[in-house]
């Protein structure tokens, strides 16, 4: 057969050739069938590293009571008990270096999360003291009247 | 060949054949260790429990930079009215990152609507979140290889891998994976992987003040969640798509999917 016959075909095996020279330098070592199996676990492994390595911003109550002990041991023993203090207090990522101080939230949007009253007859909702935000001192700051570090109504 | 040769031949040959190649296979004890790893997430939400404060929601998105603003989110929290005539209406404004806190349901295009008190027979929240399936379909429709699960169950998004496509968002059943306004890749929830990885509790689990969120370990028979997927009614979300989901969940209703 003459020449130019085969020339095209040169071309695909010159074009193949390139593309599995990319493939070798662009396709990273970690990168094949891991544990998960080829359907569920083909991937470049150290991206399961890299999830690890993602940094956490909650540090929880733990990480608080190094410092505020005294605060946390307050809460403690109140109806608040439960709710940790970064949920009020902001993430402490960073804390107490860079921001030497958190924001915290004291806004009515904040308390009325909860304390909204609702009507949820199947659900733990209905167990809280809740109050119509749209009627309940509309103007004012919850935390003006309630402590939200010791919310029990007697001690007001 | 005599009859009593035909016949002991007959009797070798059947006997020989019953033994499945299979059979004679030698098992590989790190093949059976892959399949029944030590660790595997499993995650537990108790509806009774949840009170729709929403702050699963703003946790999680603080924690994995996720904008608050922008209408995505890793978990969301769902509100389930049924009321006396049967009639379901449910919504999820913001994906409850603000919590509940008005008796007005969204319903989007046809505006808000209040349910009566005395209409209501039953309602509740339902949080929901990745489903980390032992088959999930959202893995298998990748066609890069950007998604994966791990040997512990955490199904995860490579993030350099991650053409966004799209194909993994549709294939979700349960609607749970979204692009990433900033990383313009498929994003997911992932079980906190960098908090549990290390020790730590999910960030909606540990903002929760009620318990209805848990992780823990499905392999591990004195763990609390594990104990209570074993011995305790709990379902699941959409069964019937064969996904096997590891969220199980305590009180479902036949309403919520």
Redesign the interface.
């Known amino acids: 057969m003459k020449k130019h016959v085969w020339r095209p075909l040169y071309v695909v095996l010159g074009l193949i050739g390139c593309i599995l020279v990319f493939r070798m330098f662009y396709i990273p070592d970690d990168?094949g069938t891991?544990?998960?199996g080829y359907?569920?676990?083909?991937?470049?492994l150290s991206?399961?590293q890299e999830?690890?390595?993602?940094?956490?911003?909650?540090k929880?109550t733990e990480y608080c009571k190094d410092c505020h002990s005294e605060k946390v041991e307050s809460v403690a023993g109140s109806q608040h008990a439960?709710?940790?203090c970064?949920?009020c207090h902001g993430?402490a990522f960073g804390h107490p270096e860079e921001p030497a101080k958190l924001t915290i939230d004291r806004s009515r949007?904040l308390c009325?999360?909860?304390h909204?009253a609702?009507?949820?007859?199947?659900?733990?909702?209905n167990d809280?003291p809740g109050i119509d935000?749209a009627q309940h001192n509309v103007d004012s700051e919850c935390s003006e009247c309630h402590n939200p570090h010791n919310p029990s109504l007697e001690d007001m | 060949m005599k009859r009593r040769d035909f016949m002991k031949n007959t009797a070798m040959f059947v006997a020989g054949a019953s033994v499945s190649l299979s059979a004679l296979e030698l098992i590989d004890p790190q093949e059976v260790l892959?399949a029944n790893?030590e660790l595997r997430w499993g995650f537990l939400v108790d509806?009774?429990?949840?009170?729709?404060?929403?702050?699963c929601v703003k946790?999680c998105k603080?924690?994995?930079d996720i904008p608050l603003e922008a209408n995505v989110t890793r978990t969301w929290v769902e509100r389930y009215v049924i009321k006396k005539d049967g009639e379901v209406v449910m919504d999820s404004p913001k994906g409850a990152l603000?919590?509940?806190?008005?008796?007005l349901l969204d319903q989007n295009k046809s505006g808000m609507r209040e349910v009566a008190?005395k209409d209501?027979?039953?309602?509740?929240?339902v949080p929901k979140l990745c489903n980390h399936c032992e088959?999930?379909v959202c893995?298998?429709v990748c066609p890069v290889?950007?998604?994966?699960?791990?040997?512990d169950g955490a199904v995860?998004v490579?993030r350099?891998?991650c053409i966004g496509c799209g194909y993994c968002i549709m294939g979700c059943p349960y609607g749970v994976r979204f692009f990433h306004p900033i990383e313009h890749v498929a994003d997911k929830c992932?079980f906190?992987?960098?908090?549990i990885?290390?020790g730590?509790?999910t960030?909606c689990a540990?903002?929760c003040?009620?318990?209805?969120r848990k992780i823990g370990n499905l392999r591990d028979p004195n763990d609390p969640v594990a104990k209570t997927v074993m011995g305790q009614r709990v379902g699941v979300l959409r069964d019937e798509y064969g996904t096997k989901p590891q969220v199980f969940y305590i009180?479902l209703n036949k309403e919520v999917h």
């Open positions: 990168f891991h544990d998960r359907t569920f676990g083909y991937h470049r991206n399961e999830w690890k390595e993602y940094p956490a911003k909650y929880g439960m709710i940790s970064e949920n993430a949007d009325i999360r909860c909204s609702l009507y949820m007859p199947t659900s733990g909702r809280i935000p | 892959a790893p509806t009774h429990k949840c009170v729709g404060c929403g702050l946790a603080i924690e994995n603000n919590g509940y806190t008005s008796k008190d209501i027979a039953q309602a509740f929240f088959t999930p893995v298998q290889g950007a998604t994966y699960q791990t040997a995860l490579d350099k891998w992932t906190c992987y960098h908090r990885s290390n730590g509790n960030a540990q903002a003040p009620f318990g209805a009180g």
